[in-house]
């Protein structure tokens, strides 16, 4: 089966990408995109024989330097310079995969024909890609507004044989590694260079992996619920789609009746219960979890929108004989987007922290903290200090980016989205959350314990057997962060193993 996907007559979906992180196929151009990227530049090369004609980056300088008039001599040479001057990146370095969605999406949105690009350029980019040469681009330096510059200026270098790569499970010299790969470094024809950091290819792989990541987490969280409404005796009247029907949420309808099928045939949950109602964080997960779902959705709209679009600056269109300077570089509607997904995703987490506190009280029937003989044993008191030192750490994170603004390149730029900003910290929120379930996750088990001989649903016995191979009930104190993290590593495997997390 050929593991390759062509760029260029279709659009790219959310689904798409998420696919392409699992199978890592090779890219490759239609024809149709070849012949639309040729004729492009073409006519962008016609236009630039014309005498006097000016168009920005192109034959003049940059941001508050756009009056500073370049000369044919020196056109290329201002393309690697703008490449090498851009390259200012700092903090950590990005993740692989967020790496390959900037150049997937990087090589689509060129393949549009808008940029004045040469095919051989996003044929070069391509090769990279398959050879699995990985740009080092760091996560820190873009404004989310004249295009995501420094950190597309790193994906950049390496096509002239410059910066530094991930090859063969190292961190290598751009120019060594293209030797020894067998590939020849690009010489940037004019607009080339500005075409490759003009663009949200930055904001826009974060966002879309921060999506591909929300819809694997907000499944998780309503899994984790169940099982820690069945651990707390809680009632599944509030999951009636009754109650669902009459307010009329998708997202709600659809955690309520996750909830119900992950119960389903659960002896705990058909036990009567003396409890008249239960706490919000239980009662409420329908319009919690929910109300995230639908935030999620829109988010998702918004990305797939962007990157399918145009984002260079200035634009060809040759049809229309015009080469339009504007601004679709500008972050702001994915700065926006990316505030409301951190904001939303980060109330997964808070409330999956209130129904930690609450199996760990001592209620219903339950031993505080979880361990027989408490007072000497602390039992599972501490981790929910940490969930709920990262549930804080994810309020901060979801302060929004969005409303901040610096002037920058002498007031040229004089308003900038900070989306860069928003699409690493709301990634941030949302590999956190993770670790917040898994302490809930890891709590309800522990409690489902003290409800024994009764049982909870076919489907969450399974699991838990599966879990309690990898991470024994909890009977006297011992060193429990590894216990942690080998659950957040057993919830990741139920993604991908259980497809009844797809009712």
Same mark, same amino acid.
């Given at each position: 089966?050929?593991? #390759?996907?062509?760029?260029?007559d279709d659009s790219l979906h959310i689904e798409t990408l ?22 492009? %530049? ?71 024909g808008y940029s004045g690009v040469s095919a051989a350029l ?64 690009? %010489? ?12 949200? *290819? ?14 694997? /987490? ?17 009632? #599944? ?39 008249? *109602? ?26 797939? %929108? ?79 200090? #940490? ?19 610096? #002037? ?59 879990? %309690? ?9 011992? /060193? ?16 991908r193993e259980y497809e009844a997390l797809k009712p």
């Amino acid at each position: 089966m050929d593991n #390759t996907l062509t760029i260029g007559d279709d659009s790219l979906h959310i689904e798409t990408l998420s696919s392409y992180l699992t199978m890592r196929p090779r890219l490759a151009l239609t024809r149709a995109a070849f012949e639309r990227i040729e004729a492009n %530049r073409g006519y962008l090369e016609r236009k630039l024989t014309e005498q006097g004609a000016l168009y920005y980056g192109i034959n003049t300088g940059f941001g508050a330097l756009c009056d500073v008039v370049i000369s044919p001599s020196e056109m290329e040479q201002l393309q690697e310079n703008l490449v090498m001057s851009h390259a200012c990146g700092m903090g950590d370095e990005v993740i692989p995969e967020v790496v390959r969605l900037m150049m997937l999406l990087k090589v689509h949105g060129l393949s549009l024909g808008y940029s004045g690009v040469s095919a051989a350029l996003v044929e070069k980019l391509i090769e990279l890609h398959n050879h699995e040469i990985l740009p080092v681009v760091w996560e820190v330096g873009s404004l989310g507004a004249s295009g995501d510059l420094a950190p597309l200026a790193h994906l950049s270098l390496p096509l002239i044989g410059k910066g530094w790569v991930r090859y063969k499970g190292e961190k290598r010299d751009a120019a060594d590694a293209l030797r020894e790969a067998g590939i020849a470094p690009l %010489r940037l024809k004019a607009k080339e260079g500005l075409a490759l950091l003009n663009g949200t *290819q930055f904001m826009s792989a974060w966002g879309c992996y921060s999506v591909i990541e929300a819809l694997r /987490v907000e499944k998780l969280a309503d899994f984790t619920a169940a099982v820690s409404i069945d651990a707390f005796m809680a009632r #599944t009247d509030a999951f009636h789609p009754a109650i669902q029907r009459v307010r009329n949420h998708p997202g709600q309808i659809e955690s309520a009746a996750n909830v119900l099928f992950f119960l389903r045939d659960s002896e705990i949950a058909s036990q009567p219960k003396t409890n008249i *109602q239960d706490p919000y964080s239980f009662r409420c997960v329908p319009q919690v979890h929910g109300a995230v779902k639908f935030a999620v959705m829109q988010v998702k709209e918004v990305f797939e %929108r962007e990157i399918n679009a145009v984002t260079d600056n200035p634009l060809i269109f040759e049809k229309e004989d015009m080469i339009l300077s504007g601004g679709n570089f500008h972050g702001e509607p994915l700065a926006l987007a990316l505030d409301y997904l951190g904001i939303a995703m980060s109330e997964l987490a808070s409330i999956s922290e209130r129904r930690t506190f609450q199996l760990l009280s001592g209620k219903r029937g339950l031993p505080k903290f979880l361990v027989q003989n408490s007072g000497l044993h602390s039992g599972l008191m501490i981790p929910q200090y #940490t969930a709920a030192a990262i549930v804080s750490m994810n309020k901060q994170l979801a302060t929004p980016a969005s409303v901040d603004t610096i #002037t920058s390149s002498d007031g040229q730029e004089d308003h900038v989205s900070m989306g860069a900003n928003a699409a690493v910290k709301t990634y941030k929120i949302v590999y956190n959350i993770e670790k917040v379930l898994a302490i809930e996750f890891m709590t309800a088990m522990q409690a489902l314990e003290f409800r024994r001989p009764l049982r909870s649903s076919p489907f969450i016995e399974e699991i838990r057997e599966a879990y %309690r191979k990898v991470v024994p009930a909890y009977v006297a104190d011992r /060193v429990i962060y590894p216990d942690i993290q080998v659950t957040v590593d057993f919830m990741r495997d139920i993604c991908r193993e259980y497809e009844a997390l797809k009712p």
